[in-house]
């Protein structure tokens, strides 16, 4: 940022007065400009005829990582929740319907500048068709999902995550929930 967009001066980037990060600051009008994590939300999306769950992914086509498979996800919107912004990412870019169940993982990227949410959800039905994001939608069973071919690290973590709950819920487990700190964020493949 080089101009405050409330008064058009020139911004300095200092420690503000009773805060401990540097901010772009107008020294004219007084304005603090503020720049926090941005939220990605995604869901999980399961379809279960048998005891092994299917789970949705999307081919991006967009960069970054166009050509790789994701889950349902993206950028939250103001003024509306977590929760709402799972349901319409999946909706956008899967055109798929869920039932939303419980946070599943909270995964912080601080050298992103991102915090990852993954809620776990249910299909209601097989009715999904690839959004303006999205080349392609289509169920994976554990063993065939590309993990080579995933778009990002956090995809992989949140799908051996689910896939490894799954297992324990089989034997009388629950689905919990895991934080998970990502430092040093990288591509699976």
Not at 113 to 138: I, M, S
Not at 146 to 158: D, G, H, M, N, V
């Amino acid at each position: 940022m080089k101009f405050c967009s409330q008064c058009a001066h020139p911004l300095v980037f200092e420690v503000p007065p009773d805060d401990n990060f540097p901010r772009h600051m107008c020294k004219q009008c007084g304005t603090i400009y503020y720049d926090n994590p941005k939220i990605v939300v995604c869901s999980i999306p399961v379809w279960e005829e048998s005891d092994e769950p299917r789970i949705l992914l999307c081919k991006r086509a967009i960069e970054p990582r166009s050509g790789y498979w994701t889950l349902p996800g993206g950028f939250m919107e103001n003024k509306e929740t977590t929760a709402e912004a799972a349901i319409r990412e999946t909706s956008e870019e899967a055109g798929a319907h869920i039932d939303l169940h419980g946070l599943f993982s909270l995964m912080n990227l601080p050298t992103a500048h991102q915090v990852h949410l993954f809620y776990r959800a249910r299909l209601l039905d097989l009715e999904f068709d690839p959004g303006t994001e999205t080349t392609e939608v289509k169920l994976f069973a554990k063993h065939e999902i590309p993990w080579r071919q995933l778009a990002f690290s956090t995809i992989k973590y949140a799908l051996e995550l689910y896939f490894d709950d799954h297992r324990k819920s089989v034997h009388g487990g629950n689905f919990g929930f895991h934080p998970v700190d990502i430092l040093n964020p990288r591509y699976p493949d």
